[in-house]
């Protein structure tokens, strides 16, 4: 329901507030399509997996590099960067 990017920034900001504490719980989604039209997500459940892959990938990248370049089939992110790096070294 974000972006990557965002996800990103606002993680490595928690963890640097928490000192390196900050521990990340990743859900696919709620396995009733009901519940994620209620948020505006429409994809196929067998899709929504496909998206954690890719989304994890940008955010990775932006968390372990500060910078993203990526296009997958769901999400694309040309130029990213996260110029407050984590704590926490993935």
């Known amino acids: 329901i974000m972006q990557p990017s965002l996800a990103a920034r606002m993680a490595a900001t928690f ?12 859900v696919t989604g709620s396995g009733a ?27 990775r990248s932006l968390l372990e590099t500060g910078k993203a370049d ?11 960067i996260n110029v407050h790096p984590p704590v926490q070294k993935p």
């Open 15 to 26: 963890d640097r507030m928490s000192g390196g504490r900050l521990l990340i719980n990743v």
């Open 33 to 59: 399509s009901e519940r994620m039209a209620s948020d505006g997500v429409f994809i196929p459940d067998t899709e929504r997996y496909a998206v954690t892959d890719e989304f994890l990938t940008i955010w």
């Open 70 to 80: 990526f296009s997958g089939e769901h999400l694309r992110i040309e130029g990213g």
